[in-house]
């Protein structure tokens, strides 16, 4: 079933059921101090279209779907929490040839670093990394925090913080991806991670949510 907009009254009747299932459609009218013959088109449009269920004589039912939004609130609505990877992390200590091996083995661009207590310190970049291994360096010996892009210089978000934000950052930035970080007295600790993959995902779940 495809998804279409829901006019104001339409959206108030969906609240109202929500809160009181199950609700006659009389109810429903003494409620919205309407004619239960002026909503009853109302009624017939949200049960069609699969938002409400109506039981004979028990009443309205909340489907659980969700009314269709625009693709200006569905793109607001899209939030660093539902499109983060799993960080990945190494300590500072680590060579520079560990690094390039976390890179292959967990399939990442990009890796975060992080002191003894686990707060954040540096990020490095698959170019930071080959920049180093042409260099002529002993990759065993040379420890990442000589190499990372070190605090304060770190973009960073948070969970709650919107993709466009994010994307926003990247593209001024010129970075690949940014640490989801939960903020404390002593520092940032490093939850997750969000690149330019996820934001690809998330522009893709955009166009099947409006049938693009
Ligand atoms: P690459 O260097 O592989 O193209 P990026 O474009 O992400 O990858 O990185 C460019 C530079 O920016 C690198 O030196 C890297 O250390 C740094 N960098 C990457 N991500 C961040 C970030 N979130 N905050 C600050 N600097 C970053």
Known sequence: MTHME???RQMEILEIVKANVPITGEQISERLGLARATIRPDLAILTMAGYLDARPRVGYFYSGKKPAQ???ESMIGM???DFQSMPVVVTEQISVYDAICHIFLEDVGTLFVVDNDSFLTGVLSRKDL?????????LNKMPVHVIM???PNITYCKKQDTLIDVAKKMIDKQIDALPVIDKYAEGLKVVGRITKTNITAAFLSLGDEHEL
């Open 6 to 8: 829901l006019n104001k």
């Open 70 to 72: 625009s693709i200006e």
């Open 79 to 81: 939030k660093v929490r």
């Open 130 to 138: 080959l920049r180093t291994s042409l260099g002529g360096n002993d």
């Open 149 to 151: 892009t070190r605090m």
